[in-house]
């Protein structure tokens, strides 16, 4: 997903201010070294980095990109390399515990879905029993 590219709202507004202040007077001066020439020089720096800001991100998603692209060829790569030395040495080979991977022979043999480190406190199961002890809601009667 691309990042959201910024919109000044104050650059918005100071073009139009000084849009209409260009009219009055395009070397409009009110004192203390607010000036039109001045204002529009600031105008145009935040405009200038704005663009190099939206431009970045562009940039920047590109190369993310990019990156998740390289990332994945890399996954793949990296499970090939380990079925590769599984081919060459065996899965049961030391050689094929060195490259990562887990011995045939040194594979847990629990249950599936069954993790090595379960907990100490076993869930507690409720029954659904109805009055005779069978497990079988009554029949609705009507």
């Not at 490259?99 to 507690?124: C, F, I, Y």
């Amino acid at each position: 997903m691309a990042r959201r590219k910024r919109s000044s709202p104050v650059l918005q507004k100071a073009v139009r201010r000084a849009a209409g202040m260009n009219s009055i007077d395009p070397n409009l001066d009110v004192g203390n070294g607010l000036t039109l020439p001045v204002f529009s020089t600031l105008i145009e720096t935040m405009r200038a980095k704005e663009n190099a800001y939206n431009s970045a991100l562009s940039n920047l998603d590109k190369l993310y990109r990019e990156m998740l692209e390289t990332e994945g060829k890399l996954a793949d790569m990296t499970e090939h390399m380990l079925m590769g030395v599984g081919v060459l040495y065996g899965k049961s080979s030391v050689e094929y515990g060195m490259a990562g991977g887990v011995p045939k022979n040194q594979r847990s043999k629990g249950l599936r879905g069954e993790s090595l480190t379960s907990s100490p406190q076993q869930p507690s199961f409720v029954a659904n029993v109805d009055g005779n002890g069978n497990g079988k809601k009554p029949a609705p009667t009507s």
